[in-house]
Every structure is written in structure tokens, then in C-alpha cells.
């Protein structure tokens, strides 16, 4: 298995302008997350999807958007983008709600927006 | 709403010697999960070890172990025979129990460790 793979590892963006990150995984894990994490501080949970198809916001969703069409993929789209939203992104999966089990987080991307 | 403290930024530790992460939390819940992530310089996220409260029994995972203080709110981490491949950042998190979709999974700031050779 390749466990949670993200793409792309690193990416510079222009102030308005959009991107999608990639995540994608392989265990058939329903739950997947977007964690964002900025310098010298813990993660901070974007979106999260519990099935295809059912996706609910995070505790810091404003300026992007999520899609869950597949089991194994959970786009994030970034929309305008800000220098706030330099950070590195986190994609993780688990086979049970967030906590009960452990999550298995992809390599991140690094994402500056100057 | 619930808060993660640790209290140590940075810390460093002679290979083969033990170390100890501090955590502290606040909350008014009984039911909850505890956890010690590790970062290493790849940036990727791994699970250390997890603690579940309503446990008494102090969860222990090879040279990984934590002191559970529950009426204290304190979860540390004792890491011994440090190895040099200990080096990272290490989160320690909190999750509601009643929260089953991560709404409230929430980490603390990190704290680098260093194995010196």
C-alpha cells in the first residue's frame, strides 16, 4: 500500500490566484481530513469527510472547499488565494472517527501565496 | 472549549538517556482520548502513542510510555534509550469521546527534540 499520497510536495502561488491539493489513499479508509499547520504551531482541522459523498467543515474552513466523489480521493480547493493560507497541508485517513483509531497522514505540501 | 499546553518549545537529550515531554490540558469533560504524535524532519505525522481516560493504566508502547494524570490534566511522555532517530517535533493532542467526526481534535504547539550523538 502507499499509504496517503499528496501532491504537489511544494507550490508557490500568486495572491488570487487557485489551486487544488491532491490527496489520495489506499486502505479504503473512510474518514479523511485536511489539516493545515503553521509555523511552530499544532494542526488545525480544515474539512473532513466521513464517505464518499459527505463532507463537513473544520474549525478553520474559510477560503477553500472540499469534494469527496471517490472513497480514495479528497481534493482540497483552494480559492483566491491569500497570504494567510501559507501553511503546509496534511491529508489523513482513518478507518474510524478521528481519535478512536489512529490517522494516517500523507507527507504534506507546502504551499506559500505571496 | 478544550486547550493543549506544552510547556517545553525545545528540549535535547543525550542518545540512550531518557527524556520526558510535558502536556497539560484543559477541559470540563470526563470521556476523552490523549495522544503523543511525532513530526520528523520529512514533516510526516506519526502516531507515538494513545491514551484513552477513562483508562487508569498508563498506555506504553515499546520505549514510549506516558504518565496519565488525570485530576492533574497532565499527560507526559517519557521516551527512553533515546535513539537518534527520536529527533522531531512531538505534538500532544486531545479528542472529545463524544466527538466522533474531529470537530474538537485538538493538538498542542510542539515541542523539538533533539538526540545528541
Known amino acids: 500500500n502507499a499509504g496517503v499520497t499528496q501532491t504537489p510536495k511544494f507550490r508557490i502561488l500568486k495572491i488570487g490566484q487557485s489551486m487544488t491539493l491532491q490527496c489520495a489513499q489506499d486502505?479504503?479508509?473512510?474518514?479523511m481530513y485536511w489539516y493545515r499547520q503553521d509555523p511552530g504551531m499544532g494542526l488545525k482541522l480544515i474539512y473532513y469527510?466521513?464517505?464518499?459523498?459527505?463532507?463537513d467543515k473544520g474549525e478553520v474552513p474559510n477560503g477553500y472547499n472540499v469534494s469527496r466523489s471517490t472513497t480514495e480521493d479528497f481534493p482540497l480547493r483552494l480559492e483566491l488565494a491569500a497570504p494567510s493560507q501559507t501553511s503546509v497541508y496534511f491529508c489523513?485517513?482513518?478507518?474510524?472517527?478521528?481519535?478512536?483509531?489512529?490517522?494516517?497522514f500523507g507527507p504534506g505540501t507546502r504551499l506559500t501565496v505571496t | 472549549a478544550q486547550t493543549v499546553t506544552q510547556s517545553q518549545p525545545e528540549m535535547s537529550v543525550q542518545e540512550a538517556e531518557t527524556v520526558t515531554l510535558s502536556c497539560t490540558y484543559d477541559?470540563?469533560?470526563?470521556?476523552?482520548?490523549l495522544f503523543w504524535y511525532k513530526q520528523p524532519p520529512s514533516r510526516q505525522m506519526i502516531l507515538v502513542i494513545r491514551?484513552?481516560?477513562?483508562?487508569?493504566q498508563n498506555a506504553t508502547e515499546n520505549r514510549f510510555s506516558v504518565n496519565f494524570q488525570k485530576a492533574a490534566k497532565s499527560f507526559s511522555l517519557k521516551i527512553s534509550d533515546s535513539q537518534l532517530g527520536d529527533t522531531a517535533m512531538y505534538f500532544c493532542?486531545?479528542?472529545?469521546?463524544?466527538?466522533?467526526?474531529?470537530?474538537?481534535?485538538?493538538f498542542g504547539p510542539g515541542t523539538r527534540l533533539s538526540v545528541l550523538p
Open positions: 489523513a485517513s482513518s478507518t474510524y472517527p478521528q481519535g478512536i483509531r489512529e490517522q494516517y
Open positions: 469527510s466521513v464517505g464518499a459523498g459527505i463532507t
Open positions: 486502505m479504503n479508509h473512510n474518514y
Open positions: 491514551q484513552e481516560a477513562y483508562k487508569q
Open positions: 493532542a486531545f479528542m472529545k469521546q463524544r466527538d466522533n467526526y474531529g470537530q474538537n481534535f485538538v
Open positions: 477541559t470540563s469533560e470526563n470521556n476523552y482520548y
